[in-house]
């Protein structure tokens, strides 16, 4: 296809996902609003619809809890196709949702729909709606510092796999065996009679999101509780990279709207998060990983997520140095940029989900990363991998990285998304 064409195409997958001010990632696979997905896709709505660019973050923060926290899964309608559904998650809260939260994207998202208004001379307009997203926005990310990083360490703790986005990677591997699954009792998952069994988590996984669902649910979703208490709590890379970033961007709304104790209050995050971090640096891998709480045990993997030290916007010599080292090793192992997992890893699977595949979103934030540290060999090799993903085989959930085939659902919300707001290239 051309890029004419597939600039079509993408703009129909977005509009054909809608459900009137929201977007499904894909209307068969996952039917509900997600966080994460949510905030991309409006970065694709922007590239031709602005007014709706900043429905879809406005309906998501309509589901915001009244302590700020911003559920993962929004059930705006019943839809028996996806499990589990709202009655699994029992959250008792109008509209109904999950108990648990995504990588907060939404406000680097909200800051760049800003900067598109503002140069589209805008300004005006959109600030009015900038004026009621931010204490949403604030709330949520003042929520994080309270319950996501109890003991003040400058990370995000992630309390269920599930909040990370990246499922199964195999960064959870050791920290979730000791979770209790002997109580789970049966269910029929729906995810598989979607999709192809070998591109999902296993029935083990499975049995241990179920088990931390319902020892959430055993809790009333009480966050302090769950803080203190959840048997699955690391902290992960992935997200601690990105509520850095979503920091940044946060305190920059928060001075353009002239708001100085909240910005003084982000300051305060970025700081503890930019010596926090270090936690995270793995000496002897020299490269950024998971760790768990509970232990102090890194993960070991090599995922994605490793990369997103640019986007976060740290500067470190030697680790950027040792981290661009391991993406070129990455780069001559597999033709497709940037595998979930090391394909040097035992436990790598081409097309199993955060196992393997290329995910463009973690593209685009890597590659955004890259270019604003000024590595834009890097930056465009990324770039154009993802293109070329989407030229080749349309709009997948995700990507082998070996073969390019698409792996999980088509017609994929956030990855047409990505294709319209960077991959394509101006
Ligand atoms: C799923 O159901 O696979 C989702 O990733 C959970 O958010």
Redesign the pocket.
């Known amino acids: 296809m051309t890029t004419i064409d597939l600039n079509a195409a993408a703009r129909e997958i977005l509009k054909a996902n809608g459900r009137g001010g929201y977007t499904v990632p894909n209307g068969r696979v996952y039917p509900f609003q997600?966080n994460w997905d949510s905030a991309f896709v409006a970065l694709g709505f922007d590239t031709f619809d602005r007014p709706r660019a900043w429905t879809e973050v406005e309906t998501l923060f309509r589901a915001q809890w009244d302590d700020g926290f911003l559920p993962?899964?929004v059930f705006w309608k019943d839809d028996p196709g996806y499990f589990p559904g709202a009655s699994v998650w029992a959250t008792g809260k109008e509209p109904v949702t999950s108990g648990i939260t995504q990588p907060p994207v939404a406000a680097t998202v909200v800051r760049k729909l800003w900067k598109s208004a503002a140069e589209a001379d805008e300004a005006d307009h959109y600030r009015p709606r900038l004026e009621a997203l931010f204490p949403k926005l604030f709330a949520w990310h003042r929520w994080f510092a309270a319950y996501r990083d109890p003991d003040r360490r400058g990370v995000v703790v992630a309390t269920h796999p599930?909040e990370t986005g990246r499922?199964n990677s195999p960064e959870w591997d050791v920290p979730s065996e000791v979770i209790d699954v002997s109580n789970v009792g049966d269910y029929v998952r729906r995810?598989t009679s979607h999709l192809d069994s070998k591109m999902r988590p296993t029935k083990l996984e499975y049995d241990r999101y179920l088990a931390l669902v319902q020892f959430g649910r055993a809790t009333g979703w009480d966050h302090a509780r769950i803080a203190a208490e959840n048997p699955f709590r690391v902290a992960d890379v992935g997200m601690s990279m990105i509520l850095l970033r979503a920091n940044r961007d946060l305190a920059a709304l928060a001075e353009e709207l002239g708001r100085s104790e909240e910005s003084e209050e982000i300051r305060g995050w970025i700081q503890l998060a930019e010596r926090g971090i270090d936690w995270l640096w793995h000496d002897e891998l020299s490269a950024w990983c998971s760790r768990d709480t509970l232990t102090g045990r890194f993960s070991g993997h090599i995922t994605s997520a490793s990369f997103l030290s640019f986007y976060a916007g740290l500067a470190d010599a030697g680790r950027d140095a040792a981290t661009r080292a391991h993406f070129d090793r990455i780069a001559g192992l597999v033709d497709y940029l940037m595998p979930s997992l090391d394909p040097a890893d035992p436990g790598f699977q081409m097309i199993r989900y955060w196992r393997g595949p290329v995910w463009a979103v973690v593209n685009y934030m890597i590659g955004t990363g890259l270019a604003e540290a000024d590595d834009r060999e890097r930056a465009e090799k990324v770039r154009q991998d993802t293109l070329e993903l989407m030229r080749r085989n349309g709009f997948y959930e995700a990507y082998s990285p070996v073969d390019g085939t698409g792996s999980g659902g088509d017609d994929f919300s956030w990855t047409a998304a990505i294709w319209l707001t960077w991959a394509k290239g101006i």
Do not use: L, M
Request: proline content about 0%; glycine content about 0%; aromatic content about 34%.
């Open positions: 997600w993962h899964i599930w499922d995810d």
